[in-house]
């Protein structure tokens, strides 16, 4: 077995940095129209709406939400987005520069594995001169393929990235490591197998993806770097065994969630195992489709599943074919064999038998194990094809790879054009058509909004979330009676939605049936007990006459969330109505110390004022609750009695003025008009 091989280093110094800064370059230049993409997707549960990031300081940040986001059971991702919030907050630019630079760097990594590899003992003597060039076009083309697009660009998949640096990082420590053995070298061996062994239990609370890292360490070690199994197990067993016990914080962090990450994946979540893997035959055909030719890209495939074997049935032949040349190759043609084992690893945990229900088929997961592909098509190309040609065929699909990438980031640029686009090029995603729904809702494009929540639900009638979603739509368009049966549905289907419960409530209060409301806020109280569930419940409860209670929920409300206005304000009704105007006045001026806009406040504060003679105080705020709600007849019009009181008729005419115009057949704003006129006089 010949030594590792090296290339000269009076020439590769300078080649060194040169290919490096090419390849930073290409990427930046690939990813640079990407930077101002807005959150989007699940960027919301990963950063926007995650509240462990928001103190760095705090245990909370490796205690990341156990609610099936893409931050559930993966404390290091949760840690980085920490960081980057203490740094910028909720400016966009700074996480996808994070993201940008952790891409950058993987296909730095990917180029020094390779490189090493390729110039070691098995393959030196036969690559080991063109090393360097092949493993450049090896990270090129694989950085700037198209298919990565989502994974660097979407914030919440730093888990896909981050994993792939340490999953790399680990490759290069071991390869290194097995360098400084050759060289007699022992403290560098010790100090790249530590580096190894923490960066794969990094890499192990990062993503399950982990899980194979050890398992392909023992195969680069066998293919390229020992010649066999047992050579590398007596040559690094130390090293491999400890990677393998690396495990053990996989467990756990599995245990911790359940054996599953919350609602996103897991065996009793609604999703058998075969169907799963019948749908994981046509997603692996797929993404090596879409590694060849990378149209169209997809940011979201929905929860499909396959039902029958029949129905993938090529697509399976295919990949069990593929699985037993991976295994023939692995015994006879090492080296054709990895790249196989490569690819079906990197993508067992997430497409084999555990069900992933939130997302069957996604193109992230291709991430890292689109480098097989592409370095056998590189190795393949370049032996086959004499002279410069193959170089000029790869250099020109790195080109057109990045003019797609390039181009594929322009339909980030904002929901609109991201959902749109996805249900352009894949309408059976009853998803795609929700999240392009809720879209069209918030831009007050109502009608649009109700055909793409139809649509959605008619691909998957029990698709809860779109129930939801329709039904929330519903309630601020104020059709309560249809909202409320959608929430229903999506309680049928999903019992312990706490959000379908709050909102069925809050339709039934709105439809006049206070007491049919309550027991569904109890029900939420149960599974949430949140403020804004016991802020509900007591609204509810008012509603209902149950006045004690209402105050007792307000009060709950107000101990979980302080800064809640709108608890304040209730409970000052509910005081008025006791007559104990002093409570009640100190509720209102605690609502306006949190929310001094609050016009309800300060059209109550204002009478309460007036009803003790304070008449410059409540001319005060009842001026302000006009200023806030123009259209409220009854604020202007008690504004103009306080002015009247004060004795200044010609404003307190103006405001009854205003009041008759936004309420013509009021008999007695006609009369407090006249009055105001008699007082003129």
Not at 212 to 230: I, K, N, Y
Request: charged share 20%; with cysteine.
């Amino acid at each position: 077995m010949t030594q590792t091989g090296r290339i000269p280093p009076t020439t590769w110094l300078d080649r060194r940095v040169l290919t490096a800064t090419l390849l930073i370059l290409a990427v930046v230049l690939a990813y640079a129209n990407s930077l101002r993409t807005p959150f989007l997707f699940d960027d919301a549960g990963a950063v926007v709406d995650n509240p462990t990031i928001r103190r760095l300081g705090s245990l909370d940040v490796l205690r990341p939400p156990t609610d099936g986001s893409t931050t559930t059971g993966r404390p290091i991702v949760n840690l980085s987005y920490a960081i980057n919030y203490a740094i910028h907050g909720d400016r966009v630019l700074g996480y996808h520069l994070v993201n940008l630079g952790i891409h950058a760097a993987n296909a730095l990594l990917l180029l020094g594995v390779v490189r090493r590899l390729l110039a070691g003992p098995v393959l030196g003597s036969r690559l080991g001169a063109r090393a360097a060039e092949v493993a450049f076009l090896v990270a090129l083309l694989w950085a700037l393929h198209p298919l990565q697009t989502e994974s660097v660009v979407c914030i919440a998949q730093r888990t896909e990235t981050f994993c792939a640096f340490f999953y790399l990082l680990v490759l290069y420590a071991v390869v290194r490591a097995a360098e400084a053995a050759t060289g007699a070298d022992s403290g560098a061996r010790v100090r790249w197998s530590v580096l190894a062994v923490v960066a794969s239990l990094t890499g192990m609370a990062t993503k399950e993806v982990m899980v194979t890292v050890p398992v392909v360490a023992w195969l680069v070690d066998r293919t390229f770097l020992a010649g066999s199994f047992g050579a590398a197990w007596r040559a690094r067993r130390w090293l491999h065994g400890a990677l393998a016990g690396t495990w053990l914080l996989l467990a756990w962090l599995v245990t911790q969630g359940g054996g599953g990450r919350g609602v996103a994946a897991g065996f009793e979540l609604g999703v058998s195992s075969w169907s799963y893997l019948l749908k994981q035959c046509e997603a692996l055909v797929h993404y090596l489709q879409l590694t060849v030719w990378p149209h169209p890209l997809v940011v979201d495939y929905g929860t499909a599943v396959v039902r029958s074997a029949a129905d993938v049935f090529w697509q399976g032949v295919l990949v069990l074919a593929g699985l037993g040349v991976t295994v023939w190759a692995l015994m006879r043609r090492p080296v054709a064999g990895f790249l196989g084992a490569w690819f079906f690893l990197l993508l067992a945990p997430s497409s084999s038998v555990v069900p992933l229900v939130t997302q069957t088929m996604a193109e992230h997961r291709m991430y890292l194990a689109l480098a097989a592909p592409i370095a056998g098509a590189v190795v393949f190309l370049l032996g086959r094809w004499p002279g410069g040609a193959a170089r000029i065929v790869l250099g020109v699909v790195a080109v057109g790879w990045g003019a797609v990438t390039v181009a594929r980031n322009r339909d980030y640029r904002d929901a609109l054009t991201l959902w749109s686009a996805s249900v352009a090029d894949y309408p059976r995603s009853a998803r795609a058509h929700n999240n392009l729904a809720l879209v069209l809702q918030q831009q007050g494009r109502h009608d649009a909004a109700r055909d793409h929540f139809a649509r959605a639900l008619a691909i998957d009638p029990a698709y809860a979330t779109g129930h939801y979603n329709a039904g929330v739509a519903m309630l601020a368009e104020r059709r309560f009676e249809e909202a409320a049966a959608r929430f229903e549905t999506a309680l049928r289907l999903a019992p312990r939605h706490v959000d379908a419960l709050v909102n069925l409530g809050n339709a039934l209060v709105q439809l006049r049936r206070p007491t049919e409301a309550i027991p569904y806020f109890e029900r939420a109280l149960g599974l949430r007990p949140a403020a804004d569930v016991y802020y509900n419940l007591g609204v509810a409860c008012a509603d209902a006459g149950r006045g004690e209670a209402a105050a007792g929920h307000f009060t709950a409300a107000l101990k979980r969330d302080p800064r809640l206005p709108e608890a304040h304000v209730q409970l000052a009704r509910l005081q008025e109505r006791e007559r104990r105007a002093t409570e009640a006045e100190a509720h209102y001026r605690s609502a306006l110390e949190l929310a001094p806009n609050h016009a309800a406040a300060h059209a109550r504060l204002g009478l309460l004022c007036a009803r003790s003679d304070r008449l410059v105080d409540a001319a005060l705020h009842l001026r302000e609750a006009a200023r806030l709600t123009p259209g409220d007849a009854d604020v202007h019009a008690n504004l103009g009695n306080v002015l009247l009181l004060q004795g200044q008729p010609r404003e307190a005419l103006v405001s009854y003025e205003t009041a008759l115009r936004l309420r013509p057949g009021d008999a007695r704003l006609r009369d407090s008009i006249a009055e105001a006129r008699e007082q003129l006089r």
